[in-house]
């Protein structure tokens, strides 16, 4: 890209931001959000597309369609997830890899508990100030894991008796990749961190565009989450 303003350049940062937080995501909603003109937006849109960053969704659609022709909806690429933040993916596969080989899955599970152990200290106390009303709890483990780079937002399940928690982007997603342990400790992490069962649908490492968790809004009683380890275990009872 050449003759960019930097106002151009901060625009198309934007928009690809909302992207990666937001999608799929439509030119219309991004408009809307960042109080541009729907031409504007279309330009960046072609530009981002030339580049490679996002692509159009081909899945199937959240929200019914409208009359007329549907209008297009955009995730963000690989390779536009790489923009949104430094990675040191390839380092950290490595010498997870070194691990595996010197102490297996035990290794590998230990080395993810005690990572999300870390990240429950932190978050704990803001979610617990957000008081006992669920979703507020949801939403405030989603401004957590947004200002650690996730780009994290709640949205409403289908039929309103769920929340949706998208993590549009994953600063691990390489080393979550070759080893799934990651994701899974994340998982149980935010099961007790809510204090509800919670269900992964799809990740990033997976080749979603979108790490997508469902949280029920139904009351439950709390549940005890199987472990990884218990899942892999390959001994008959």
């Known amino acids: 890209m050449t003759g960019l303003s930097d106002n151009d350049i901060g625009t198309r940062d934007r928009i690809l931001r909302l992207i ?7 030119s219309a909603e991004l408009a809307k959000e960042l109080v541009l003109t729907a031409a504007a937006v279309r330009r960046h849109l072609a530009q981002l597309e ?3 960053q996002i692509t159009e969704y081909e899945g199937v659609a959240s929200k ?10 955009y995730v963000a690429t690989g390779e536009g997830q790489a923009t949104f933040g430094d990675s040191y993916g390839d380092v950290a596969t490595q010498a997870l890899d070194f691990l595996y080989d010197s ?9 993810a508990q005690q990572r999300i152990h870390g990240l429950e200290a932190r978050y704990r106390d803001a979610i617990a100030s957000s008081g006992d009303d669920l979703e507020a709890r949801a939403h405030a483990l989603a401004r957590v894991l947004t200002q650690d780079g996730y780009a994290a937002s709640i949205r409403k399940g289908p039929g309103g008796y769920t929340l949706q928690l998208c993590q549009g982007h994953c600063p691990i997603q390489e080393v979550a990749t070759a080893y799934p342990a990651m994701c899974e400790a994340e998982t149980q992490a935010f099961h ?16 979603e565009h979108v790490c997508t968790l469902t949280i029920p809004l139904v009351s439950r009683t709390r549940e005890t989450t199987p472990t990884w380890k218990d899942s892999h275990d390959t001994n008959p009872a």
């Open 50 to 52: 030339i580049d490679g």
């Open 103 to 111: 102490l297996g899955d035990d290794g590998i599970w230990k080395f």
């Open 64 to 73: 019914p369609a409208r009359r007329g022709r549907p209008s297009r909806r």
């Open 20 to 26: 990666i937080e937001k999608g799929p995501v439509t």
């Open 192 to 207: 007790r961190l809510l204090g509800v069962h919670v269900q992964r649908l799809a990740t990033l490492a997976g080749g």
